[in-house]
C-alpha cells in the first residue's frame, strides 16, 4: 500500500532581504546635544527673570567676554602662563612618581622606609601647602609648578604600584625560571601589565595638575588665568570670570584627551569604556 506525501512548500514570506545596520554615534554626541539644552535653559531663565550680570550673567555675555578677552590678548598671556605651570608640574610628577613605583614594587626596603613617608606628606592639605611655597619659592611660577607636582603625585603613585604589582606571580617565577633578570622581568612583563594602571592615573592626575595651578595662583600670583580670576572678581566682572572658567574646562578637557588617545595607542591590548559608542 502506497502513501501519497503531500510536499510542504518553503515559506515565501521570509524577508531575505540584508538587514540595515544601525548607525554608531559617539557618546560625545549626547554630551553636547545636553550641554547645549543646559545653555538654552541658562538663557532663559537668566532673560526671564532678569537677573543682573553681576549675580549671574547669560551665556550671550560669557560668549562676549571670551571674545573680548582673546582679541584684547588677555585670555591668550594669562593661558599661556598656566598651561606652561600645568605641563611642567605634571611632567615632574610622572617623572617622580613612576621612579618611586618602581623602586617601591622592586626592593622592599625601600617599601617600608619610603612608603609611609609619602602616605605621611598626602595627609597634609595641599591647599594649606600652597602659601609656604610661595614663601619659600616666591609668587614666579617654580610656586605654582610644586604645588601642581605635589597634587598630581600620590594618584599616578598609587595607580603605578597596583600596576607593577598586577602581574601574575606565576609569570614572574616562570620568567625567573629561565633565567631572566629583575630588568628583564620588569620589562617583558611588568610594565606591559602597568601600562592600563598608569594611563588611568595619568587621566586623574592631568585633571588635578589644572586644579593645582589655578589654586597656587589664587595664593599669590601677578599673571595666569587663575590670578586673571581673582581681578575679574575684584572688579565685579563676573562675565569674564567665567568666559576664564570655560578656558580652564577647556584646557583641561584638551589635555584629558590627549593623555586618552595616548593610551589608546600605547596601550592598545586593553579595551576603554570610550572605544564603545551608542548605538541608534
Known sequence: ?????????????????????????????????????LLVVWQVVVKLFDVSNILV?????????????????????????????????????????????VLITQFRAVERVLFPLLILTQTIPKVAMAPLLIIWFGIGISSKVLTVALIAFFPLLINAILGFRSAAHEQVEMLRSFGAS????????????????????LEVAVILSVTGAV???????????????????????VARTFAVIVVLSAVGIV??????????WLVFWTATPTDTAGEV
Do not use: C, W
Open 1 to 37: 500500500m502506497s502513501t501519497n506525501t503531500v510536499p510542504v512548500e518553503a515559506p515565501t514570506s521570509l524577508d531575505t532581504r540584508p538587514r540595515r545596520r544601525r548607525r554608531r554615534v559617539p557618546e560625545i554626541t549626547y554630551s553636547v546635544l545636553v550641554f547645549l539644552g
Open 57 to 101: 550673567p547669560a551665556p550671550t555675555a560669557v560668549g562676549g567676554s571670551l571674545v573680548d578677552g582673546f582679541q584684547d590678548g588677555s585670555l591668550v598671556t594669562h593661558s599661556i602662563v598656566t598651561l606652561k605651570e600645568i605641563l611642567i608640574g605634571f611632567g615632574i610628577a610622572v617623572g617622580s612618581a613612576l621612579l618611586a613605583a
Open 182 to 201: 629583575r630588568m628583564q622581568v620588569m620589562r617583558h612583563l611588568q610594565i606591559p601589565s602597568a601600562l592600563p594602571h598608569i594611563f588611568a592615573g
Open 215 to 237: 589654586v597656587a595662583e589664587f595664593v599669590g600670583s601677578s599673571e595666569g588665568l587663575g590670578y586673571l580670576i581673582q581681578a575679574s572678581n575684584f572688579t565685579l566682572d
Open 255 to 264: 589635555l584629558h584627551a590627549v593623555v586618552v588617545q595616548l593610551g589608546k
